[in-house]
């Protein structure tokens, strides 16, 4: 049989989402990787789509990072399944996870971009194109104005209000996390690791940078410096210490 593949934007979060759920089940994959703009050059004809990670495994293509848990948690043996069979509790798990996609990942990775754009592509480039064709890096050199207003478009913007709002909202949702997790649970649904925990570490990953994760991100030193008291003050709090936690205990995880 054909091995599966995973098209990924390195650096992306929602693609560290896909990766960690595979990598997890044990299934050997073939990870594409393209720079930003660049993966259209496969994304549209692997899905007809801008967005990725796309994965096709067996006959299925799919679009999107909770998809993919999905299609996987079909394929998974019992203890390994991200989504719980008691429906309340899996409720809960996919509510949570969607507001991680929908407002935590979107809100990190505004803050990300607009922190990046402004200086030196120098400083993300050896970052972002971990993996990716050697001629992407130099092409984009020469294309980057264009590319970096295609990117603000896809982003809907990155006007500083914006990115300071999402940023507050950002601090409400790990201050709402802290508050689920003072009774002493070890997971944020329960007493097993569930979509809700690896969605809430991969889309806050971006604000505490943690080692284990999918590609090398930047050092403390290596960040713009808006961005270094922020993310010291992340790594702080004790959903931002839950986020590390997960990432050494479970993103070396194999299950089957």
Request: proline letters at 8%; aromatic letters at 10%.
């Amino acid at each position: 049989m054909n091995k599966p593949h995973l098209l990924t934007i390195p650096m992306s979060h929602y693609c560290e989402k896909a990766r960690w759920a595979l990598e997890r089940l044990g299934i050997d994959y073939i990870e594409v990787r393209q720079l930003q703009a660049f993966h259209y050059l496969y994304s549209f004809p692997w899905a007809k789509s801008p967005m990725v990670p796309i994965l096709r495994i067996g006959a299925e293509t799919l679009t999107d990072s909770t998809d993919i848990l999905h299609a996987l948690d079909r394929r998974a043996p019992p203890h390994a399944r991200l989504f719980p069979e008691d429906p309340a509790t899996r409720r809960e798990v996919e509510r949570l996870e969607e507001l991680f996609d929908a407002e935590l990942g979107v809100f990190s990775r505004l803050w990300v971009y607009a922190s990046y754009m402004p200086g030196s592509l120098d400083k993300i480039i050896d970052i972002a194109a971990q993996g990716v064709p050697r001629w992407q890096p130099r092409v984009l050199k020469f294309v980057f104005p264009v590319i970096r207003g295609v990117l603000s478009w896809r982003l809907g913007g990155l006007e500083a209000s914006r990115v300071a709002a999402g940023l507050v909202r950002s601090k409400e949702i790990f201050s709402e996390m802290e508050d689920r997790l003072k009774d002493g649970r070890p997971y944020l649904c329960g007493d097993r690791f569930t979509a809700a925990d690896l969605g809430f570490a991969c889309m806050g990953a971006p604000f505490v940078l943690p080692r284990e994760y999918g590609i090398r991100l930047p050092d403390l030193h290596e960040l713009p410096p808006n961005m270094l008291p922020e993310v010291t003050a992340f790594r702080a709090r004790p959903a931002g210490k839950f986020i590390l936690d997960l990432f050494a205990r479970h993103r070396q995880e194999r299950l089957a």
